[in-house]
């Protein structure tokens, strides 16, 4: 089987039909989810993307069911459930299904997916500047990972794709570089390794504190600050971090071609030495 899901208290090995045209989630877009990661038996970060999905919840009016540790347990059940060398991806989900505009917080509902999603490799991506920004955090609900959020999304990889570029740039409202379409950016200058400062435009990543931790730890220094494209353009390396990929190179952005570096090495050597300890079976 592909996968495992989870939905009303019981488990089922193909993707259950859950919604109906009236749920509140279906049509006005009450739904948020969390992506976390298992591979080898080991699931990095697990406890930390089940309180994030507990804390988007909340930010949209859904009242969660379950506990963030509930859902760990879940989680951990699940992985189990498929072999050990499985490379998953694990996405805990509220939803609401009553309600007008505004959803019925007792209207809100669970739902788990753990399926087969090999990790990429790391060979490298392209990215361009997108034409399409964050949004600041009074013009939509920037501190939840909500579904509502990737349409934006999706037409800056759209805008990419057809320019022949993997990944997309975003800047925020101010000008500011926030982070690539589909992950957190970091850059490296004189061996330093930068990373934006969270403005509440961009969902700062779980990956993304773990990477800063690691090579703050293995002695590189990290700096959260504001930078424009040009810093980008000129910096010795840019990469990447999120739950998808966990670190990747970025190997051409827009007209400049570059080699995974040193630090996005380090970084990606880092993670999975940690994820090792993370092991679940």
């Not at 989680?75 to 060398?85: M, N």
């Not at 990747?248 to 999975?272: C, K, T």
């Amino acid at each position: 089987m592909s996968g495992v899901y989870y939905s009303e208290g019981e488990w089922f090995d193909e993707d259950p039909k859950i919604l109906r045209m009236e749920d509140h989630a279906f049509w006005l877009a009450s739904v948020v989810f969390d992506g976390a990661r298992a591979f080898n038996g080991c699931v990095p970060d697990l406890d930390m993307h089940c309180k994030r999905v507990i804390n988007s919840a909340n930010v949209m009016g859904l009242k969660p069911s379950l506990t963030a540790e509930e859902i760990e347990a879940l989680c951990i059940e699940g992985v189990r459930k498929l072999p050990q060398d499985s490379e998953l991806y694990i996405r805990p989900m509220f939803y609401g299904t009553t309600g007008f505009l505004v959803p019925d917080p007792e209207g809100t509902k669970f739902a788990l997916a753990v399926y087969h999603n090999p990790l990429p490799g790391f060979g490298g991506f392209s990215a361009c500047l997108s034409t399409r920004r964050r949004p600041a955090k009074d013009m939509a609900p920037t501190d939840a990972k909500a579904a509502c959020l990737y349409p934006n999304t999706q037409r800056a990889l759209r805008e990419a794709n057809a320019k022949g570029f993997d990944n997309a740039i975003l800047l925020d409202a101010n000008g500011n570089v926030a982070e690539f379409a589909t992950a957190n950016i970091w850059i490296v200058k004189d061996g330093k390794a930068y990373t934006p400062a969270v403005n509440g435009t961009f969902l700062a990543g779980v990956t993304r504190s773990r990477i800063a931790q690691l090579l703050s730890d293995d002695g590189i220094e990290v700096i959260e600050t504001q930078f424009d494209m040009n810093d980008v353009m000129d910096a010795d390396e840019v990469f990447n971090s999120g739950n998808y990929g966990k670190v990747m190179p970025a190997i051409r952005i827009e007209d400049r071609d570059l080699q995974p570096g040193p630090v996005a090495n380090r970084a990606r050597d880092l993670y999975f030495e940690y994820a090792e300890t993370c092991n679940v079976f």
